[in-house]
């Protein structure tokens, strides 16, 4: 199916679009756009990794200020920027190289159901967690993840339905508040988001209640709205609702097994290891959402139950019932460790799939030579 998004925020299209327009151009013609593509995402990665370093138990910022090292800010600002960019101009690049393909789309909108949540634990050092005083609770942070995800999910929802994928405005707009913050947090370190800010409220409570808001009053209606037009039109791709609704199924029952566990882990897992169990949500997230944008590029029908939620039940059962008893940490550690490998496989598998089947390399745009 021919690929077709719609943009209208007035920041991407007035500010951002003429920014890109122009790096583009820096761009040698003979660099594959997937290449791109993977490079903004290492560069979220690194940032990952190097904060992780710093600030493992998110304590760092709201304990002993000054633990990570303002260059590190710094850099978070600028590697951010950098994968902002090569985000935004992976696909201009194709249309210029003229190799645009469905591998480069998903490989594009999978990194991003990936990149998403990264980009959230990242920032979750600047707020740091809760001390008491300042910060925000790992429940918060977990609420604030879901939130992002759900986001993220309904406009490849709404894509799966109606064909044409409508950009949400938080993207560009997350996107620079994420980079001002660095900024700020590298110009006037952490204790700036320590100090209430207006009425007794601190810059991140504004920045929850924004992104609650976003979310619960535009996007998702937005994307409600979309859907219902499309049906009034006759342009919906699946005529049943059972057919419509039947993507939410996976991500809503994994939401649903990881706050089981998170409200009624006997050892409080999600307090004891917050950068584990997010990390752990996010990678199992981006495989179930990768799946649905598989079936939407394909106009196949969405599995009902991904597979990951069985093991994963029967680690909550595990762990909620006291069978784990003090290995709970350590049986997070491994299915951690388990999915993320499972899917970067994955990710791998489609990829090479892909490569055969169109007869391009991922990351040149010479042509396979037929065998």
């Avoid at 960019?85 to 490989?107: C, M, V």
Wanted: net charge neutral; charged share 10%.
């Amino acid at each position: 199916s021919q690929y077709s998004a719609v943009d209208t925020n007035p920041l991407s299209v007035y500010i951002m679009q003429p920014i890109w327009n122009k790096i583009i151009k820096i761009v040698p013609l003979w660099i594959a756009p997937n290449l791109l593509t993977f490079s903004g995402f290492v560069m979220i990665l690194v940032n990952y990794f190097l904060i992780s370093f710093y600030d493992w138990d998110y304590t760092a910022s709201g304990t002993s200020p000054g633990l990570v090292p303002t260059w590190v800010w710094l850099f978070s600002a600028f590697t951010t920027f950098c994968a902002y960019a090569l985000d935004s101009i992976d696909g201009k690049h194709a249309r210029r190289t003229q190799s645009s393909t469905p591998l480069g789309e998903l490989f594009d909108h999978g990194l991003d159901s990936w990149a998403t949540s990264i980009f959230v634990l990242s920032f979750f050092s600047v707020c740091s967690r809760d001390n008491g005083k300042t910060g925000v609770s790992v429940y918060t942070m977990y609420i604030y993840l879901s939130i992002v995800l759900f986001n993220f999910m309904c406009s490849h929802w709404e894509k799966y339905n109606t064909g044409v994928l409508f950009l949400p405005w938080g993207y560009d707009i997350s996107q620079v508040v994420l980079i001002a913050a660095y900024l700020l947090t590298g110009a006037l370190g952490v204790e700036v988001w320590q100090k209430p800010f207006l009425f007794g409220y601190y810059i991140t409570d504004a920045l929850v209640i924004l992104l609650i808001g976003f979310s619960l009053f535009l996007s998702f209606p937005q994307t409600l709205y979309n859907i219902h037009r499309a049906h009034l039109k006759k342009t919906l791709k699946n005529e049943s609702l059972y057919e419509g609704l039947l993507p939410l199924v996976s991500p809503l029952l994994l939401f649903v097994l990881l706050t089981v566990w998170v409200v009624l882990s006997p050892s409080n897992i999600l307090a004891k290891q917050p950068r584990l169990f997010l990390w752990m949500v996010g990678v199992a997230f981006s495989n179930v959402i990768c799946k649905v944008i598989i079936c939407q590029m394909s106009s196949t029908r969405p599995e009902r139950f991904h597979w990951f939620l069985f093991p994963l039940a029967l680690v909550v059962y595990a762990a909620i019932s006291g069978l784990l008893g003090w290995t709970e940490e350590a049986v997070l550690a491994v299915l951690t460790a388990l999915v993320t490998a499972a899917h970067v496989h994955f990710g791998v598998c489609v990829g090479r799939q892909l490569s055969e089947h169109l007869n391009i390399y991922i990351f040149s745009l010479k042509k396979r030579v037929q065998e």
